[in-house]
């Protein structure tokens, strides 16, 4: 599924999936999230997040991690529709030849105007290519639309979410030695074959401790990306601007 910023593929594919109960939907957008958690990408339904992988940013420009993930998850033998991010023109469309490179679709559906694919859908001969009109009920949400849609997203993947020590887990990157504010990194905890199963945030390091939501288990790797949160009244607040990559 490709198409602009707005330009109704959330509403399309919500539409699809409620016609055809067991297709699965893979959420490529790691900012304004169908499914999971921000900084992720996702595997489930519109409904229930089955599985993810973390790259650490809020940003589509974040190619090579999106590419790894979609390639992961794209993996499924089950029936999907992919949603992506709405980043289109320049790098975007780069992005989007590695996304098509990475899920291999039966079929491209593009809703709006190529608007900067052009060269990616002449590259996709061989692909059915659906265009649809952009719905006349989309909406274009503002900057601090998008900013409330992701904090929400953030504070449901926080709900329940318990202090935990990690024991014998290697960090990647490398965090720094201190914390110099009362921010604190968000990350994912992934085991031993690198799947990442829980989701969280790096509280100390002397013990390590996370605040974490998500099955707890065995972790082999603390994966850190760009992205911090800020003790809020009503519990964490993800931070507008994101940092720079960790250092090993």
Known sequence: ????????????????????????????????????????????SVDALERFVFIGSTSASSLSAIWRGADALGQTRRSFVVNTAGFIKGIGARLQTGTIAAVRPDAIVLIGEADGLDGVLAAQKERPLVRLQRSPL????????????????????????????VPQACFYPAPPQLFESAARPVCALSNAAGRDFAYGLLLDLEPVTMLVHGPIGPAATIRLGKMWAEPAESGWRLLDTLSPAWSG
């Open 1 to 44: 599924m490709l198409g602009a910023t707005d330009a109704g593929k959330t509403s399309f594919i919500r539409a699809l999936v409620s016609a055809r109960s067991k297709l699965a939907l893979i959420d490529l957008d790691p900012g304004q999230k169908m499914i999971g958690p921000p900084g992720t990408i996702g595997f489930g």
């Open 138 to 165: 989309a909406r274009r949400k503002s900057a601090g639309e998008r900013r409330r849609l992701r904090q929400a997203a953030f504070e449901d993947a926080l709900q329940q979410a318990e202090r935990v020590e």
